[in-house]
């Protein structure tokens, strides 16, 4: 069983930044073998993908609606997935979650997710 664990939600203000944490809490856990996405969930709405990484950052993969804001990267020394975030907007406000698969096709689908965390919080106001 993998334990995922964000953390570094918080509220900020239109145009600040956060960088969300995802570690795993199981020894041995390998991140540059499986791949990691992240998500969020806004009140109302349907879970959408953000992000995702995979070997060590060979490969990553964004939503549109984050492209050029968000970057995702990887400590394996840490075994921790990073989402910096930068130039937020109030619709970026939501719950977000990471969480890891084998091999998801195409990176987004929520269902081929095998292990999630708990989720933090990630509010920005204009």
């Known amino acids: 069983q993998v334990q995922l664990v964000e953390s570094g939600g918080g509220s900020v203000q239109a145009g600040g930044s956060l960088r969300l944490s995802c570690e795993a809490h199981?020894?041995?856990?390998?991140?540059?073998?499986?791949?990691i996405g992240w998500f969020r969930q806004a009140p109302g709405k349907e879970r959408e993908g953000v992000a995702g990484?995979?070997?060590?950052?060979?490969?990553?993969d964004y939503a549109d609606s984050v492209k050029g804001r968000f970057t995702i990267s990887q400590d394996n020394a840490k075994s921790t997935v990073y989402l910096q975030m930068n130039s937020l907007k109030p619709e970026d406000t939501a719950m977000y979650y990471c969480?890891?698969?084998?091999?998801?096709?195409?990176?987004?689908?929520?269902?081929?997710?095998?292990?999630w965390g708990q989720g933090t919080q990630v509010t920005v106001s204009s």
């Open positions: 969480a890891a698969a084998n091999s998801p096709r195409p990176w987004w689908f929520q269902y081929a997710y095998i292990y």
């Open positions: 199981v020894h041995g856990y390998t991140y540059s073998s499986n791949y």
């Open positions: 990484i995979f070997g060590s950052g060979r490969s990553t």
